[in-house]
């Protein structure tokens, strides 16, 4: 089960007085599951960003108490700010980060959206990614004439909300209106140049931004269209989603091109270094390195790290840690200070990356199976071993790697060991999900159940966590066979000395297997005996699933542990 993670940005109108600023705050620690990263407020604005990550459920929860907050301290009839505003939270977007798309973030903000509405009373505009129409995806224009527009906007059939009250009056004269969506994850990213020549910078910056530069023609003129505007051209540089500016900081004694990568599942940092790195080349300067400006997802630095070893024809199935500081050198993120992932990165900064369980060292983590306690139990250890079985074949993958031996199977081998590491950190976080979800399960157990209506409430709340305890192991079962597959195909074709280890992995893949299949099946059993609330299907389709899954499992298993054997064996004759 893939860590899903979702960042909030509400920004609230107040900046100056810190016991609203920590009142608003205050409540996002009251959501389990959710890590407060910053508290950015501005005295000239009169207003504070807040920004917070966790799972989707509880993120939810999280904005919605911030804006309940807030529009019980803040009176926006008493605002006044340098910065753009029309509401005591003034907007509220979600940003996917791990594990989330974008289309979920919307729906997140539609659900958040309709309960500020609903429970709250105050007028909700969709905007960006969540927008309900076209003319309401630009912040600026949902917010245009900002908070004084509000009394002869509301009430309008244009300016309908999209959620809550259409109507002007003492209430929503004191909340105003919040905006309400998603939108991508912005990284401010800056490109050090070996130059002092604010003009070369902002030549780049020109390239390598998306409006892109003003068109000239032969006598260096500005071509204007029909209208008078300015005719844009594009050049092979060009980045989506991609603002910059040329400059030169006087502290570094350089130029810089300065960068708001406002989406970067469109336009990641890697790809801004290499696009400033070949615009300099061709005007004589070079791209020294680069600076991160505030924090950047985990993803977006793995991804850099592959880049980097592919473009040097090594293995991108690396562990996260190597492939980050590989991206930390290529990029040249040290070249003006420290750069430490824990703070920069915004999973470590959040604490969110690695469970208790799989922070331990070995010793500790068999010392903490054997005790007394029902967990961790079988599920954590299958989810381990399938943990082991994709790293052994990522391992022999990365043998195999560079090899002269075998030069035709290079492309393939790199790829099993991309694909073998990400399995594995797939497995390694169910390690931890695997006992969360059971301790969830016993929770339930303690709620009360004195009458007859707590008693339907507890089964139904036990019924809900044990299914949430079947879809972890079900999901480790499910993932098996690809890494028997990987395990069979890398013990083929890769490196003939470390066919043993091909072998092993199969044989753990397969043990795992197995004690995922007994879990699914006791909590399955558990389950019968609970009102299902709604899902009879879950019962059924689940067990299929399972079934269909282990004996997928048995049969690779089968076939590949005979090739193996029979190599291994025949080796001695």
Partial sequence: MMQKLVECVPNISEGRDQAVIDAVTAVIGEVDGVALLDVDPGADTNRTVITFIGAPAPVAEAAFRVVRKAAQLIDMTRHTGAHPRHGATDVCPFVPVKGVTMAECAELARQVGRRIGEELGIPVYLYEEAASRPERRNLADVRKGEYEALSR??????????????????????????????????????????TRSKSV??????????????????????????????????????LEACKAVGWVIPEYDRAQVSMNLVNTAVTKPHQAFEACRASARDRGARAT????????????????????QRQAGESPGLPRRQLIETAIQSLGLRELGPFDPAEKVIEYRAGMVDGPLVSMTAREFADELSTDSPAPGGGSVAALGAANAAALAAMVGNLTVGKKKYPDVQDRVKAVAERGQELKDFFLHAVDADTDAFNRVMDTFRLPKDTPEQQKAKALATAAATREATRVPLSVLEALPEVIELAAEIG?????ASLSDAGVAVLMALAAAEGAYYNVLINLDGLKALDQSGEPEFFTATREAASAAMARCEALAAEARGAVRKQLEDALD
């Fill in 153 to 194: 906007k509301l009430g309008t059939e244009a300016w309908t909300p999209d959620f809550g009250p259409n109507a002007w009056n003492d209430a929503t004269a004191r909340s105003g209106v919040t905006t309400v969506g998603a939108r991508g994850f912005l990284v401010a990213y800056n490109v050090n140049l070996n």
């Fill in 201 to 238: 910078a902002q030549q780049i910056a020109l390239d390598v931004k998306e409006a892109g530069r003003a068109a000239r023609d032969a006598e260096g003129v500005i071509i204007r269209d029909a209208d008078g505007n300015p005719v844009l051209e594009h050049g092979p540089y060009r």
């Fill in 289 to 308: 390195g680069s600076e991160l400006v505030g924090l950047i997802p985990e993803g977006d630095l793995l991804a850099a790290g592959k880049h980097f």
């Fill in 492 to 496: 083929r074709i890769g490196n003939a």
